[in-house]
């Protein structure tokens, strides 16, 4: 049960010097317990503190009772995901890397520094310049102290992964000011719940719920950066001392006291400010000038979602996702092997054991097909190569979501299937590990909320009075792509072969269901004959 201080404190002090935790504070008038810090000692009998307190002002917390819901909250009035999807957000490669760091956490590279601090570098633009990582001690103090190499080896097996969608939402709040740099923004706990879903979550005290919400935060607020950036076309090159990603200003407590004079916590809010790094990376004045970049996406909310839903059962598929959401701003079609999936979701060390330990591969690899369906169900389809990532090494998963719903077509599809060399209910080739390997995508299909980071719409240009509303040539209906198929004796899995597509993908065109990119239409002209 959390202690709190009464009325009566006398502000001796006896009791903060003995708190393990740092959990009392001074205030105005007297002594205070922070709730989320308190671990009300629970290997001993009696707390220290409360032995020591002279007066008898400390005291065990009676739960509150009802709801927590009080005039002296701040009113949680949303700043981001106002049309209830997506919010532009900050992509730079600091961001990402921050990010990385976030996710894969003891999976880097981390070394001891000359200082005998933990650090981690990474290398730009072929290695003409550099981006340093290392982690604060607090990131509520106003000098930050990087963590020696121990201490911060202990701080990263602590990390939690949901610490990166804090840092996903602090850089969606950054792009609401044109000098973020210069410019805090204050969150609440109830606008937090409301991005990440936790507001649905029953199995939570609201006390459990901000400490949570706090420890995210600070483990975002931890990372700390030093840069020196190569120059790029027109922008000079610059080199940023060590500074913290994201500036902790500060943290509001908000109590309310029930009738025994017990204080509840009821609320929380954050004063946060981007680093030095948005001045070069999230300035739009500059960028007009072309002396700076202005480097951003659009974040899903329902990335957020799903992180936080599916962070323990799939946490390699939690790690991709949050990795390809800044890959994959740029366009959906990124080549990407499958070696370097494998290093990102479960580390070099994992991955150097599944290569060199006997039957360690196949764990992983079941783990790995597992976490892409996760993936896939999610609404990110891989597009398998059809060169090095054949159908007999293809998840099983995969090729079932290939049979046709329709009754006819699943008919023809099984007797198709019948006659191969390789069936589908077949076992998979012994070397399949080895080729998976050396196996590559072509990139992912990107659900709808996706596509908006990727397809910005074009103003319409309005037609002349001369101009004319006859169809275009290159126009093609969904009828039309079917019609040409059967036409040819076709099946919808040998034209996605024929393409590199998925079968699902010509499923989805002949429905209607999605537009075909001016490139697809002209590939599906060649192979259909319809130029």
Not at 36 to 41: E, F, G, S, V
Not at 84 to 103: D, Q, Y
Not at 253 to 273: K, M, N
Not at 382 to 391: A, K, L, S
């Amino acid at each position: 049960m959390v202690y709190t201080v009464k009325e009566g404190c006398i502000t001796c002090g006896d009791c903060r010097d003995l708190c393990p935790t740092g959990a009392i504070k001074p205030g105005e008038d007297a002594f205070w317990i922070d709730p989320t810090l308190c671990d009300r000692c629970d290997d001993i009998e009696t707390p220290p503190c409360a032995n020591a307190c002279p007066v008898g002002s400390l005291a065990p917390l009676q739960p509150k009772k009802g709801r927590n819901k009080s005039t002296l909250l701040p009113a949680a009035i949303p700043t981001i995901f106002l049309n209830g999807k997506t919010t532009p957000f900050a992509s730079s490669m600091v961001v990402w890397e921050a990010c990385n760091i976030l996710a894969q956490r003891q999976s880097l590279p981390w070394r001891m520094d000359g200082e005998q601090r933990l650090c981690y570098e990474r290398s730009i633009h072929r290695g003409q310049g550099t981006m340093r990582f290392r982690l604060a001690t607090n990131p509520e103090a106003t000098h930050l102290l990087p963590m020696t190499y121990e201490l911060g080896t202990a701080a990263l097996a602590q990390f939690d992964l949901r610490a990166a969608c804090l840092h996903l939402i602090f850089a969606a709040c950054a792009t609401n000011h044109d000098r973020p740099w210069e410019e805090p923004f204050v969150l609440n706990d109830q606008q937090i719940e409301q991005y990440l879903g936790l507001n649905r979550r029953k199995d939570l005290t609201k006390l459990e719920k901000l400490t949570l919400i706090k420890e995210l935060i600070h483990q975002a607020c931890q990372i700390l950066v030093s840069l020196d950036w190569p120059r790029q076309g027109k922008v000079q090159g610059f080199c940023l001392t060590e500074h913290p990603v994201w500036h902790l200003l500060d943290t509001q407590y908000y109590f309310e006291a029930d009738a025994g004079g017990g204080r509840h916590l009821i609320g929380l809010s954050f004063t946060v400010q981007p680093g030095l790094w948005a001045q070069h990376f999230l300035n739009r004045q500059d960028y007009r000038k072309q002396t700076a970049f202005y480097q951003y996406g659009t974040l899903p909310q329902s990335l957020l979602m799903e992180v936080m839903g599916s962070w323990q059962q799939h946490e390699g598929a939690m790690r991709l996702l949050l990795w390809l959401v800044f890959k994959l701003r740029l366009g959906s079609d990124h080549r990407m092997t499958v070696r370097t999936l494998l290093r990102l979701a479960y580390g070099d060390a994992r991955l150097t054991e599944a290569t060199t330990v006997r039957g360690a591969h196949k764990r992983l690899l079941k783990i790995f097909e597992n976490d892409l369906e996760a993936i896939h169900r999610y609404g990110l389809q891989p597009q398998f190569d059809p060169e090095t990532y054949g159908p007999d090494i293809q998840p099983l998963w995969a090729r079932v979501a290939e049979i046709p719903d329709d009754a006819d077509a699943a008919l023809a599809f099984w007797t198709d299937d019948a006659n191969r060399d390789r069936s589908l209910t077949d076992r998979a080739p012994r070397d399949k590990w080895q080729r998976l390997l050396n196996a590559r995508l072509l990139g992912f299909e990107l659900p709808e909320d996706w596509q908006q980071s990727v397809r910005k719409p074009r103003p319409q240009r309005r037609r002349s009075a001369k101009s004319t509303t006859q169809p275009t040539a290159n126009t093609l209906s969904s009828d039309t792509i079917k019609a040409a198929r059967q036409q040819l004796n076709l099946s919808q899995r040998a034209l996605a072969q024929r393409l590199g597509k998925s079968q699902s993908w010509i499923r989805d065109v002949e429905n209607g269901r999605f537009n075909i990119s001016a490139s697809d239409r002209t590939l599906l002209q060649d192979v259909l004959g319809l130029g």
